[in-house]
């Protein structure tokens, strides 16, 4: 902040608390919040996503018993509370608020670690900060009659998509080629539209045995590790998705945009930890979600499919009408969030629920399982991807109607992170 910067923003706080105090106690909290999120990690080895602020707080952090971390999510909400009346500029309020809707979502978590039930629904709010509409499975019904009439033949619809899904399934021995050139082109795509640091980079490696398809690990100083997972062969269409998801413009460009805007520039230490199941993951995982439609219109993406990608895989296949389906396909996603309700609130077992994904979500046996498997480790957490890409969407364009604004939007949104309930237009 320059000088007449802080002048300006002095004479506007009351005399008695000024906004350095203001920071100072903010920077406290910070540091509460990052302990009390590093101490549930003991409980939860998936729940600290990332963390890259001062190393001495993550060496110091012993196990505790819930009941006594209960109790200090409790006195931290007493000091939230305290501070809401003497916060005398928007930024000081902003960074209040998504410190509250983090630490409040913290109290859920430890409830369900304790054993405390809640529904999907009544998750979806206290983690995600998401209130849920209600699914139709009219709509669910007529996009499968929509699949249907474009691929037209014997046996099951489940069978028959994924049959014709076969011609455009990446042999193993080519993922790596074919993800990398996918890579190349979203990072040159969101250079062009972003200035990103000279020393960001990432590393790939491939592994098996997980139950999400690819992951993002990220590991401070603009570095991240990316997994993809090889369990289950992926269609073409996925390599795209994935290197703009997980790299360019997605949670390796959030991740650093972050650290760059927020950690390293104001010292807010807080978005140098990334607690999984939190606010935090809806625009993670929406943004991400949302990043391959601002690198490529859809005929550009099919365009560098059928000249680049399917070349290099040593495929062949008619794709306008490949994506043709799979943009109905996307539509099952709100489905999925339906499947993992009835799971988690036991209205179905696991078989059921695989039943369900084969015959509405149209997923082979084997990719059934490894969801269903995501859904009873992660519940709502999977409204994150479809329901907080929509409210990206939404939120970016809402005021955008050029490309070039859309990503002006976008990136102010990753370097000023807003919660879901923020988010709504
Ligand atoms: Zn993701």
């Known amino acids: 902040m320059s000088h007449s910067d802080t002048e300006q923003v002095e004479q506007g706080c009351a005399k008695s608390s000024s906004y350095e105090a203001q920071q100072q106690a903010l920077n406290r909290f910070a540091e509460r919040y990052i302990k009390l999120v590093l101490a549930v990690g003991q409980h939860d080895c ?44 928007p930024e000081l309020v902003e960074r209040h608020n998504f410190l509250q ?59 028959r998509y994924n049959q014709f899904k076969a011609q455009f399934i990446v042999p193993k021995d080519k993922a790596a080629e074919v993800f990398l050139a996918a890579v190349e082109l979203a990072r040159m795509r969101t250079k062009q539209h972003m200035a990103l640091p000279e020393n960001e980079s990432f590393e790939i490696e491939y592994v098996n045995d997980k139950v999400w398809t690819a992951y993002n690990w990220y590991r401070g100083d603009f570095h991240s590790l990316i997994q993809l997972n090889q369990d289950q062969p992926l269609g073409i269409e996925r390599y795209l998705e994935l290197a703009s998801h997980e790299g360019y413009p997605g949670h390796h460009v959030f991740n650093l945009l972050q650290e760059q805007k927020l950690v390293k520039a104001k010292q807010w230490l807080e978005y140098a930890i990334y607690p999984l199941y939190s606010p935090i993951s809806y625009l993670s995982e929406g943004s991400a979600n ?25 495929l062949e296949g008619d794709l306008a009408l490949f994506h043709r389906v799979l943009k109905l396909v996307k539509k099952l996603g709100y489905y999925e969030n339906y499947v993992s309700q009835c799971l988690t609130d036991k209205l179905v077992d696991a078989a059921t629920a695989e039943k369900m994904l084969i015959e509405g979500a149209l997923y082979p046996e084997s990719r059934a399982k490894q969801r269903v498997l995501f859904y009873e480790r992660n519940r709502s957490y999977v409204i994150n991807y479809s329901v907080g890409e929509d409210a990206v969407a939404t939120w970016v364009e809402a005021e955008a109607q050029t490309q070039a604004q859309k990503w002006a939007r976008f990136e102010s949104l990753l370097s000023r992170p807003l919660n879901a309930s923020d988010m709504l237009i």
């Open 101 to 159: 809707t983090q630490w409040l979502s913290i109290g859920a978590y430890l409830d369900f670690l304790q054993g405390k039930q809640r529904s999907f629904n009544e998750e979806a709010v206290a983690l995600y900060d998401c209130q849920l509409a209600e699914y139709s499975l009219l709509e669910h019904r007529q996009v499968l009659t929509e699949i249907d009439a474009l691929l037209p033949g014997e046996g099951s619809l489940t069978d």
């Open 290 to 314: 949302y990043a391959l439609s601002l690198i490529l219109t859809d005929e550009e993406a099919i365009a560098f499919e059928r000249d680049v990608l399917m070349p290099l895989a040593g």
């Open 46 to 89: 998936y729940y600290v996503d990332a963390y890259y602020g001062p190393e001495e707080w993550q060496k110091d952090t012993y196990w505790q018993p819930l009941a006594e971390l209960q109790l200090q999510h409790q006195q931290g909400c007493e000091v939230l509370r305290g501070m809401t009346d003497e916060l005398c500029e």
